[in-house]
Nanobody, 118 residues
Framework: QVQLVESGGGLVQAGDSLRLSCAAS????????MGWFRQAPGKEREFVAS???????DYGASVQGRFSITRSGGGNLVFLQMNSLKAEDTAVYYC????????????WGQGTQVTVSS
């Protein structure tokens, strides 16, 4: 069993930066792929970024070049640095953990709200 706890969400203005954190615990967490997804009202959950246990990163097209995902703490802490935020980045952000980068059956955190005012 894996537990994920996100923090760092809030209300910011367009152009600001924000860093989200995800604390992971449970068996084998350090060997899992970790990722961030987001869901805006009325929209489907969207892939944001992921990082493998080897450090390989992937990003969604809408955040490429603005967001950065890292992990530390032996792989149990995952961060999402979000720069140049836009109103369309407003969503609930979820941390995810899975055995593969495909995230076909991930564990999910409870989510943290990010609101960007224009």
């Amino acid at each position: 069993q894996v537990q994920l706890v996100e923090s760092g969400g809030g209300l910011v203005q367009a152009g600001d930066s924000l860093r989200l954190s995800c604390a992971a615990s449970g068996r084998g967490v350090s060997a899992k792929a970790m990722g961030w997804f987001r869901q805006a009202p009325g929209k489907e959950r969207e892939f944001v970024a992921s990082i493998s246990w080897t450090g390989r990163t992937d990003y969604g097209a809408s955040v490429q070049g603005r967001f950065s995902i890292t992990r530390s703490g032996g792989g149990n802490l995952v961060f999402l640095q979000m720069n140049s935020l836009k109103a369309e980045d407003t969503a609930v952000y979820y941390c995810a953990a899975d055995s593969s980068r495909g995230f076909q059956a991930p564990y999910w955190g409870q989510g943290t709200q990010v609101t960007v005012s224009s």
